[in-house]
């Protein structure tokens, strides 16, 4: 029975030609996401924001979302964002914190805001959710992700440092950080409600990439010692291409999975099944178009690896050499 190949074993697509594009076009894609950032703004989830977030259905199947966002203005709890989301008739009103002097007044004009909300549209709407968070909570989630996050980048930056060399780690950081900025770009873009999902997202997200990234980096490795003599680029491109199969089948399954959490996951998952299927060929491409050529620009080289791997074959064969006494020919003997 015949394997299946997606890839033929003797490809060798040169990948490290196309540095001098990939390196340009993903530091013009990072700028424009950390633009994004700053002056479109995230769409924050009342994880992050605080506030109360509600959700309905219409109980004869058909929403008018001009008048619930009226009726929804004329309620006085402050700024009230209106949604349509998911099958036909169901809406979600999202509403801040409401002011007072102490905790428990502003506890209290919360809980009135959600009354003045259900007695207006319980007659036609059937409430499915009614989630509440307070600016301190919202505040200790913000501090945890972004904590997570950044201990997350630190872990890689030490494994690599002790698993490889540091132009390893370094890469591999470069890589990572190139796929987060990108992912909370897609976030700001395309205006998906950024929550503690989101969060988890952004983690699996740098799990992945390095996985991705420490398959060919091993590759790498494997080849500095077998092949001393040659050039870097063209090392780095046999080491890509032969773990090239691997990365696609990988890349393409994992996709499949979350198709299906994003056509079936309904509308609760939806952030973080479109940032992980984004994550995955951000990361899939990074470690292929910026992970691998960043070694070069760091100054890896063939020799150093070789030298490193022909030392500790050497070793043992001087050892060996020094323990039996050698023989003399006939001509070095000294007369007698």
């Avoid at 924001?49 to 199947?61: P, S, V």
């Avoid at 494994?159 to 700001?188: M, P, S």
Wanted: with cysteine.
């Amino acid at each position: 029975m015949k394997l299946l190949r997606i890839i033929p074993d003797d490809t060798k697509f040169p990948f490290m030609s196309f540095r001098r594009v990939s390196f340009p076009f993903s530091a013009l894609l990072s700028v424009v996401a950390v633009l994004c950032f700053f002056f479109v703004n995230m769409n924050f989830g009342i994880d992050f924001t605080g506030g109360t977030l509600i959700e309905m259905q219409a109980k004869n199947g058909k929403s008018d979302i001009a008048q619930v966002r009226e009726a929804a203005h004329g309620l006085s709890v402050g700024e009230v964002e209106v949604q349509e989301f998911g099958e036909k008739g169901d809406v979600s009103i999202r509403f801040g914190l409401q002011p007072g002097a102490t905790q428990q007044d502003r506890e209290k004009a919360q809980q009135a805001a959600q009354e003045r909300v259900r007695t207006t549209f319980e007659k036609d709407y059937d409430f499915r959710r009614v989630e509440v968070v307070g600016p301190r909570v919202s505040g200790e989630l913000v501090q945890s992700g972004t904590l997570g996050v950044v201990l997350s980048i630190v872990g890689v930056l030490i494994y690599l440092w002790f698993r490889f060399e540091w132009e390893f780690a370094v890469g591999a950081v470069i890589a990572t950080l190139h796929d987060l900025v990108l992912t909370i770009g897609f976030f700001a873009i395309t205006q998906l409600e950024f929550n503690m999902t989101s969060i988890a997202a952004i983690l699996t997200i740098v799990g992945y990439s390095l996985n991705d990234t420490v398959v060919v980096f091993d590759r790498i490795r494997e080849l500095l010692r077998r092949y001393k003599k040659m050039p870097v680029e063209q090392l780095l491109d046999l080491a890509i291409n032969t773990t090239l199969s691997r990365t696609i089948m990988t890349s393409v399954t994992t996709t499949l999975a979350l198709l299906a959490l994003v056509l079936f996951g309904g509308q609760v998952i939806a952030s973080f099944s479109w940032a992980m299927i984004f994550g995955v060929v951000i990361g899939t491409y990074s470690s292929i178009f910026i992970a691998a050529p960043v070694l070069i620009y760091l100054g890896l080289k063939v020799g150093a690896e070789s030298a490193i791997a022909a030392g500790h074959d050497a070793a043992p064969a001087a050892k060996t050499s020094a323990a039996k006494p050698r023989v003399r020919g006939p001509a070095e003997r000294p007369a007698q």
